[in-house]
């Protein structure tokens, strides 16, 4: 949109560029259709715009694909944004409280905008929760604001932002915009920058629980030494710095992002640094095998029971909240069987000798680090969903927060039972099998 032509917009409109809203509209179309194609948006691929506006990037964007959605706060412009583009999904509504999780359903998606600049932080933040199907994510931010993120360590930039936004995305500052571009004129230069996912792999997994509670406290007083910030989590600072090779002297700027993940996943009590590596060490599991009544008949390896299908038993948990929401995990990169997909809030297989109860009661602990009654909901036969195993299914009430063993779990997330039952029809394919079994039978045992 030329300068004119958006002053005659606003005119029409009757809608004056409101400060609050952070409003500087976009004037130079070039410059749009250059930020647009950095995302890369293919045809009918889905994408998601926050803070539209007027349309600069939209314009381009939907010419791009028509499988759009805008997330606009102004209700001046919702009636304007769903007469020039019929074809997308208008949403009016504030993107900082927008609930990510309703994407999921929809699948993978890129996200762009032109952000107001007294809420990028908290977009930002939230566009690139567990719980959002973002690909990519290509903003507008002021320009110290993307400095920030996109810092290295060591310099005054280099900050809780920084490390948190890093451990899962990479972030590539593309380019400085001058003031002059927007309309009106605001006081600060811009920045644009491209996030992508952080390939799995490239940095130590760690709970994601933990990563934060330290980065937290280690950038709370940037200028006091690690020792004393992270105390009150990691009382055996000393040991866990030489284990990582770093001095104990050291403050929060110092750590690169690696670091701060060894340190998150470090364990005083085997010095581990790295979960990846004995993320498969489950080959000497034994289980015993069962007859279609469940009765016990023999035993046999993990390897075996799953190359010759011989009925064996497992348990999945759900967790739910005060609120009935549900837990969710992501089955993390290295499991043998379903990796990176979504599944039950804890699910293991039963022990040779061992009882489907206490495996629920140790599967708790395990895998969410976390302690509660754990009621039998009911035992659902064996079948190809469920890998021919006798499952037991339970559920538990927790309100978390959880700690995830990065071998197992990549994260975990609530969600409604609404958002489930909508992501699970739209989506199978996003879920382990043996969950979707589980959801369906815990549906139909439900009385609420
Ligand atoms: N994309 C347009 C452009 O480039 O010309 C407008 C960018 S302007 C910097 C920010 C836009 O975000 C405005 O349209 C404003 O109304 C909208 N906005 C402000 N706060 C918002 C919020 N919390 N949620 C969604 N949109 C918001």
């Given at each position: ?118 809420v990028s932080s908290q977009i930002l933040f939230n566009?690139t929760s567990d ?10 931010l002021q320009?110290e604001l993307a400095e920030r993120i996109a810092a290295g360590p060591g310099g005054k930039e280099y900050g809780a932002p920084t490390v948190l936004i890093g451990r899962r995305w990479r972030v ?21 920058v491209?996030l992508?996912?952080r390939?799995?792999?490239?940095l130590?997994?760690c709970d994601g629980a933990r990563f934060t509670t330290l980065v937290k406290l280690g950038f709370s007083q940037r200028r006091k030494q690690l020792?004393k910030l992270l105390a009150p989590a990691l ?11 770093i001095?104990?002297?050291s403050r929060a700027e110092a750590l690169s992002l690696e670091q701060w993940c060894k340190l998150a ?184």
């Open positions: 949109m030329k300068l004119s032509e958006l002053q005659a917009t606003l005119d029409e409109l009757d809608a004056t560029p409101t400060r609050s809203l952070g409003q500087n509209f976009l004037h130079d179309r070039n410059l749009a259709e250059w930020i647009v194609s950095r995302l890369e948006i293919a045809q009918g691929e889905r994408w998601l715009e926050i803070g539209p506006g007027l349309g600069a990037l939209t314009s381009i964007a939907s010419e791009q694909s028509e499988n759009g959605v805008l997330i606009e706060k102004d209700d001046r412009l919702i009636e304007f944004l769903r007469g020039r583009y019929p074809q997308l999904e208008v949403v009016h509504g504030d993107a900082c409280r927008f609930d990510t999780r309703d994407l999921m359903a929809g699948g993978p998606l890129k996200v762009l905008g032109n952000l107001p600049y007294y566009f719980a959002s199907p973002a690909t990519a994510l290509l903003f507008t320009k590539e500052m593309l380019r400085t915009l001058p003031p002059s571009v927007f309309l009106p004129v605001p006081k600060v230069d811009s920045a644009v491209l992508t996912p390939p799995a792999g490239e130590t997994p020792g009382p055996q600072w000393a040991q866990a710095a030489e284990a990582i090779g001095p104990v002297t996943a470090w364990k005083p009590d085997t010095g581990e640094t790295d979960p990846s590596s004995n993320a498969q060490d489950v080959h000497g599991e034994i289980f015993d095998v069962v007859d279609e009544h469940d009765n016990v008949t023999g035993q046999a390896s993990r390897f075996e029971v799953h190359q010759q299908h011989l009925r064996h038993r497992a348990i999945h948990i759900f967790v739910l909240n005060k609120h009935g929401e549900l837990f969710l995990q992501k089955r993390s990169q290295w499991k043998d069987v379903c990796p990176q997909l979504w599944d039950s809030s804890a699910a293991g297989h039963v022990n040779a000798g061992r009882g489907y109860d206490e495996t629920a009661a140790r599967e708790l602990e395990e895998e969410l680090g976390v302690s509660a009654s754990v009621q039998p909901v009911t035992r659902i036969a064996p079948c190809v969903e469920t890998g021919f195993e006798f499952v037991g299914l339970y559920q538990a009430q927790h309100d978390g927060p959880f700690h995830l063993p990065p071998a197992e779990i990549e994260c975990g997330e609530w969600f409604t039972t609404a958002q489930v039952a909508e992501w699970t029809a739209a989506r199978p394919s996003d879920f382990a099998p043996g969950f979707l079994k589980c959801w369906q039978i815990w549906n139909t045992t439900r009385r609420d």
